[in-house]
């Protein structure tokens, strides 16, 4: 089992910053790729960017240059720093961990969200 607790969520104006970090804890050491999702009212969940053990980013199109996702292994920590943001950035924010299983298997854990809420 994987346990993922996400802060940093806030109400910030257009064109401010925030950074948010995931705290997991339990059997840490099966954890491979960590990543951030996010799901807007009436839409459904979204990739925002994931980051693998040897530091290998995806971002998504839409935050692509205002974005970054680091991981600090040794803390057990993943983070999203926000740049640039816009009124279309407004979502709950989930933190997820991919976890090696054995045999090719892997189990997908989430946080219980943080509130990004962006002003115009």
């Known amino acids: 089992q994987v346990q993922l607790v996400e802060a940093g969520g806030s109400l910030v104006q257009a064109g401010g910053s925030l950074r948010l970090s995931c705290a997991a804890s339990g059997n840490i050491f099966s954890i491979n790729v960590m990543g951030w999702y996010r799901q807007a009212p009436g839409k459904q969940r979204e990739l925002v960017a994931t980051?693998?053990?040897?530091?290998?980013?995806n971002y998504a199109d839409s935050v692509k240059g205002r974005f970054a996702i680091s991981r600090h292994n040794a803390k057990n920590m993943v983070y999203l720093q926000m740049n640039s943001l816009k009124p279309e950035d407004t979502a709950v924010y989930y933190c997820?961990?991919?976890?090696?299983?054995?045999?090719?298997?892997?189990?997908?854990?989430w946080g219980q969200g943080t509130q990004v809420t962006v002003s115009s």
């Open positions: 997820n961990a991919i976890v090696l299983v054995g045999n090719g298997l892997t189990n997908n854990y």
């Open positions: 980051i693998g053990t040897v530091g290998n980013t």
